[in-house]
């Protein structure tokens, strides 16, 4: 053996020892990797985090610097580097926080790589490597079956297998102890036409050396010798365990000598495989002394290296001098993860008292009331089967030593997830001896799966083991787990009896009678309040009740269970008593329906609140003020009256004076000939309040002379409210006569329009929408929704005249802009009538006046169902012809699906050449929810599967929203399956979704929800926000979303003097928002209150980013700096806008030192930042410009360009900001000097990327002359086509730079025969409306026959249309988008 090692001293020293990353060192370094693994020191003080991506990266470069893919199509290897990004950020994320992968998310990854359809060779090694030391929590067998299978799968699929796949294979044979046949194996690779290389070598002698074969060791050596490959550190270290298992310790030992007479000291490594053939004979003595020689030595073994030693004596049977080695441990935090892994792998191959004797070593902090550090412990010892005995006392210890502060409750919670019924038994009996309570939904995860499987049986045996423990099934474990799982709920009773399962006969009835509430079935619900002798507690019903209210129409059955709840004394009667309860009720009830949903049921609303009148069921005042508040919100005013008859007087505030008290009063200092006019105002305001109309009438003619104008609003408001509008006109003229100048709010306004309108006084109406307009009234969003809402009244009663009359009227007095929605009712008049010809005209005639088309889809719908193909046939050509054949071809579609003729819209989506386009699908889902229209949009989702660049994501989004608002999870699971079968890697958004659907429903979510990995989940509030924060929220987040900064942050002021705390986003979102605005001062206030009142408040990235700007702009350099470093900190990523402005802003105060400060801070990040080279090289240079050291600038561009070891590639050298900031700043000295630098490296070294820079923004700066000057001593400046057309492609996309672009062309004529920089052009004169120019281009090109493409052909019709002119050829049809995506795709396929 000697003999073979000792020639290839020479060798070791020619050999370069790659510089291996930690993470790959965790794929061969963790507990349980072979004692021969291959790590080298210079991997061992490399940082944990990136190594699984950067090690990956690496093998993509060179796989694609060998060209392995390039018989691919260009779309499969994007597809595939898609793939194969998303799998390593995913994979690498796992690594990065807890130095292991998880099983499940391995198997994501493998099953997302198989249904590419066409993994690459970089997936499959990234697979393969993933199957060894990774996977500490599965055992050593299953992680190679896993291999196995990843390998034949990946290879059926057509993945093409290189050396580094069999080396990586072999890794993981290694590190799993896998047995086989080294020979064989080659053999194998042979087969495959595949040449061994060293490190192949080198883990197959690993190999032999770990079964104890030195001879086949030695064979191995000298195939190596004979091919003059390297002998590493590695080859010794697994002769060290070779020479050990064959029994020879001896020769393990001198292995050390050996290697210091080739010349190479025994690294630790070495050292470590000498200790664990030590540790695995058992011999301590030995392991303590090399330990010691060790410690005296240079070397160092880190904490990961004595835990393989632990690792050793464990799986020997030595387990007693596990302490020994656990003294020596420093237990440095970066080395937790590996305890943790070691832990789960002992715990994996059954040492679990070993594992538990680790962690109790752990110095973790005790202090801590929330400390559970043992959960990962207790969890894996749950799913290896640990018997419940041995888990019990584990509970004991750990609680014991502070590392859990609930370690029964935890282990019970993870036999529940798990599924282990009688393990869950056995530890629910010691809680219950410890005298915790056992919980009814602890049962509740063993019921689900069962419920899936429709297991009766599976269900009975939990049921019976409830009353063995003593708990017994209340009513949503009935209504959610039990019932479903049966046909009827009589079926349930005879089962249960059949199997001798008690059950509590009220706790029954009363699931039994929220189930029929759901359904609607509420004769059963009515007959059984009836009857029923039990106790009752109404709250338990009440959401029930809602959505059975919802379901059912029939008005009298309301009222009839309202009013029992409300009179009978078996319900309701415990405090707050039944008219708060009741208050609540209708408060809910109408809270739950949409705004939709309370208009179209306004009348049945309307009676059924009078039939509660009649039934004497009386509602608090405060909680009526909230429905109130709700029904103006939905715009249904009308019902706020029906709603204020039920409302109870007797119990109003004793403190506040009566309206018969104040009227009193009134009297008598009206005797007194005293001031009236506050007192007549608050009387009038409190009798309005009452919706006593009649009341305040007769006070206001009584006291007119003494009225002021906040009376005549309230009266107003209030005869608008009670649809009399003789009154409420009259009170506005004397409103206007008392004060003409004075103005009333917005929603007056509305409503006098809407009254007015209403009772046929047309021409008032109009002069009220006159005056809104000469007095300047506010018309926000809302109002103009109100306008929609008039209109769509009328049409619905179908009045023409008035919807036609008004619609112009708020049109030409430019109250509001013509849209869709607001003339939608021209339409609605005559689809009311059912006259579709009309209702096709007036959409026609809306978009020859507005460019809109109102409800063309409904029209297409009726016209359909109707099959009036004629007038189908006019309404698809006018389509086509205003708005293109694609349009038509939506509009057809979506009418077929609509009407239910799906293979009618099959057709039309399968016509060639029809393209996605995702506002009009989203439209329609939209639609589709908000009617709950589920098959339909089931349909859309099926039908589109085939669409080109089809967002198939966001389709199943929308559907899952649907799934959700009818709580159907059995829907919602099968699309997770869909998405699967499609290959759809979906979007953060739809996981989170699906998964909050799952859990609603209490099942099991099979995937993993996006950031929970780094924020812990919190237990749900008890208690739901009270109206007054989610009024207060929902306003400060639709301020955000309308970029209204003062409105946001007077609200979040509100809030804040209330003592109300929003969640995380909502003060993400406003501080975004203030920063965006430039308000960092508020923005500051905001995150200090969420940082003291929500723990761990951090600003995001993007709100860091944003913040950099901030402070950027302001000149707050330092502090800027400061963000930065806190959000890298924090692992976040700032924007490459914040950061370049900062950069940019060092450099102009001559701030080198910063710039090089923040260049040590990206390192690393440049590709995830999106940052260039070019930003430091550019502004280091400025800065140094700017401090006049103008030769070092020079000097050092000049030796990164000259040098033989370039960092950036001349032709990407770009030095345009750099001499536009000169330029501008008139630094002529530095001008002339970087002149002379870009000239010389274009004539001396032929690098012409600065020159042209520089005349290009010469150009760009209006100093034509010296740019010519330029160009005539460097003509080839000329012959940069590419740098020229992109300067023309960038300038052209903003205005004012066509004389640029005429500039440029003059001084380089040929330019023009581009096709890039006469479109560019063409752009420039459309941004500028140069008409006359864009003419001249047009007729030169024409006049050269040059032909010109689509996008130039529109922009230049389009100029000429706007400007009144002729179009002098046939106008391409489609949008500017189409032609531009066309254009684009031409060029990729001549590519």
Known sequence: MAALLRPARWLLRAAAAPYLPLSLRLLAGGPGRPHAAVCLRAARARPVAGGLLSQARLHSIAAEKKNYLQEEPTSSHRRNASQFDWALMRLDNSVRRTGRIPKTLLQKVFDNTCHSGSPGGNQALLLLRSCGSLLPELKLSERTEFAHKIWDELQKLGTVYDVSHYNALLKVYLQNDHKFSPTDFLARMEKGNIQPNRVTYQRLIAAYCNMGDIEGASTILGFMKTKDLPVTEAVFSALVTGHARSGDMENAENILTVMKEAGIEPGPDTYLALLNAYAEKGDIDHVKQTLEKVEKSDLYLMDRDLLQIILSFSKAGYPQYVPEILEKITYERRYIPDTMNLILLLVTEKLEDTALQILLACPISRESSQNDFGSFFLRHCVTMNTPAEKLKDYCKKLKEAQLHTSPLQFTLQCALVAQKLDLAKVLMKALKEEGFPIRTHYFWPLLVGHQKEKNVQGIVEVLKGMHEIGVTPDQETYVNYVFPCFDSIKSVRAVLQENGCPHDDNVFSQAELRSKAVNGNLDYILSFLESNTLPFSFSSLRGSLILGFRRSMN????????????????????????????????????????????????????????????????????????????????????????????????????????????????????????????????????????????????????????????????????????????????????????????????????????????????????????????????????????????????????????????????????????????????????????????????????????????????????????????????????????????????????????????????????????????????????????????????????????????????????????????????????????????????????????????????????????????????????????????????????????????????????????????????????????????????????????????????????????????????????????????????????????????????????????????????NGLEDSIGLSRMVFINNIALAQIKNNNIDVAIESIENMLTSENQTVDPQYFGLAYLFRKVIEGRLEPALEKISIMAERLANQFAVYKPVTDLFLQLVDSGKVDDARALLQRCGAIAEQMPILLVFCIRNCQRPGKAPVMKSLLELIPELIDKEEAYTCLMKSYVFDNDVTSAKALYESLTAKNVKLNDLFLKRYAVLLKNAGESVPFTEPPESFEFYAKQLKESKETHL
């Open 555 to 1162: 008005i009298n059955l309301w009222s009839k269970i309202t009013e029992l709840l409300y009179k009978d004394g078996r319900y309701c009667q415990e405090p707050p008593g039944p008219t708060e309860a009741v208050g609540y009720f209708l408060y809910n009830l109408i809270d739950s329906m949409s705004d939709s949903e309370v208009q179209a049921k306004e009348e049945r609303l309307r009676q059924y609140f009078h039939q509660l009148k009649e039934m004497n069921v009386k509602i608090p005042e405060n909680i009526y003020r909230g429905i109130r508040n709700l029904l103006d919100s939905y715009h249904v005013p009308e019902l706020i009256k029906d709603v204020n008859i039920l409302v109870e007087r007797e119990k109003t505030d004793s403190r506040k004076p009566s309206s018969s008290d104040l009227e009193s009063k009134l009297e008598k200092l009206k005797a007194e000939n005293q001031p009236i006019g506050d007192i007549l105002k608050q009387l009038i305001l409190m009798l309005c309040s009452e919706e006593n109309m009649q009341k305040a009438l007769e006070l206001k003619a009584k006291y007119e002379s003494d009225m002021v104008v906040g009376g005549y609003a309230a009266l107003i408001n209030l005869c608008c409210r009670h649809d009399n509008a003789e009154d409420a006109l009259n009170l506005k003229r004397e409103f206007d006569r008392l004060d003409s100048s004075a103005v009333l709010d917005t929603g007056k306004y509305v409503r006098l329009v809407k009254v007015l309108g209403k009772h046929g006084k047309l021409q008032d109406a109009i002069n009220i929408l006159k005056e809104m307009k000469e007095k300047d009234v506010l018309v926000k969003d809302a109002t103009v929704l109100s306008f929609f809402h008039i209109l769509n009244g009328a049409a619905l009663r179908g009045e023409t005249e008035t919807v036609k009359q008004l619609h112009e009227a708020i049109v030409t007095l430019g109250l509001a802009k013509p849209s869709t929605a607001l003339s939608s009712p021209l339409v609605t008049l005559y689809l009311e009538k059912d006259d579709l010809p009309a209702a096709l005209e007036s959409t026609i005639d809306c978009y020859e006046k507005y460019k809109i088309l109102p409800r063309i889809h409904d029209v297409l719908c009726k016209l359909i169902e109707k099959g009036e193909t004629e007038l189908i046939q006019k309404a698809m050509d006018f389509v086509s012809q205003e708005q293109g054949e694609m349009t038509m071809l939506y509009d057809l579609f979506f009418a077929f699906l609509q009407t239910g003729n799906y293979k009618e819209a099959k057709k039309i989506i399968e016509t060639p050449g029809i393209r996605a386009r995702p506002t009009r699908l989203q439209w329609f889902c939209d639609r589709c929810i908000a009617n709950n229209q589920v098959e339909t949009l089931e349909k859309l989702v099926e039908l589109t599967q085939k669409l080109f660049e089809c967002d198939r994501d966001q389709l199943y989004y929308s559907l899952l929203k649907l799934y959700k608002v009818n709580d159907d999870w059995q829907k919602a699971d099968a699309v997770w399956n869909k998405m699967q079968e499609e290959n759809i890697i979906p979007r953060e958004k739809t996981l989170r979704l699906l998964a909050e659907i799952l859990r609603n429903n209490n099942q099991e979510v099979p995937f993993d929800v996006p950031e929970l990995w780094y924020e812990e989940e919190k237990d749900c509030p008890t208690s739901l926000p009270s109206p007054v924060e989610v009024n207060l929220q929902q306003g400060l987040l639709n301020a955000c979303h309308r970029r209204r900064n003062k409105d946001a942050f007077n609200i979040f002021l509100t809030a804040k003097k209330q003592n109300i705390v929003f969640d995380n986003e909502t003060y993400a979102r406003l501080i975004n928002l203030l920063l965006m605005k430039d308000n960092s001062t508020q923005a500051m206030q905001v995150k200090d209150f969420a940082e003291t009142h929500i723990k761990g408040f951090t600003l995001n990235d993007a709100a860091n980013s944003l913040l950099i700007i901030t402070q950027v702009r302001r000149d707050y350099l330092k502090d800027a700096l400061t963000t930065l470093k806190t959000a890298l900190d924090l692992d976040q990523i700032p924007s490459r806008l914040a950061v370049t402005r900062l950069i940019q802003a060092c450099a102009l105060k001559g701030d080198t030192e910063s710039i090089h400060d923040i260049q040590k801070l990206v």
